[in-house]
């Protein structure tokens, strides 16, 4: 998804065709029966980062940094997850703030159980 983000969409389409061409016909890896997607807006992953970079004392990488580039992979993500017909899971609530890591597994298990 992170590097289709970088593609117009026309581009990123045929990035994906070759992509999964090359994954799943050429190298034979088995292909997915579901593919979740975990969706957080960058406003919420930036104060996550920042505190994360406070607490530790590490600074963020070049992409990290580049907030126009963090909003182009999400929406460019977003899309992909709708071309391929991807379940998507969003993990901040309409309050603003991260949902917890208990209802997020709640969601995906409510969603990986209709394959048992």
């Given at each position: 998804?992170q590097q289709a983000s ?12 070759w992509l999964f061409d ?95």
């Open positions: 998804v970088k593609l117009t969409p026309g581009e990123r389409q045929e990035f994906l065709a090359f994954e799943y016909r050429r190298l034979g890896l088995p292909q997915p029966d579901l593919v979740i997607y975990l969706d957080m807006p960058v406003e919420i992953t930036e104060r996550m980062m920042r505190g994360r970079e406070a607490k530790t004392g590490t600074h963020a990488d070049i992409h990290e940094r580049d907030e126009a580039y963090l909003n182009s992979c999400r929406a460019g993500a977003r899309e992909i997850v709708r071309e391929c017909g991807w379940a998507e899971i969003r993990c901040a609530g309409a309050d603003g703030r991260p949902r917890t890591a208990e209802d997020i597994h709640g969601e995906v298990l409510r969603i990986v159980q209709g394959l048992l």
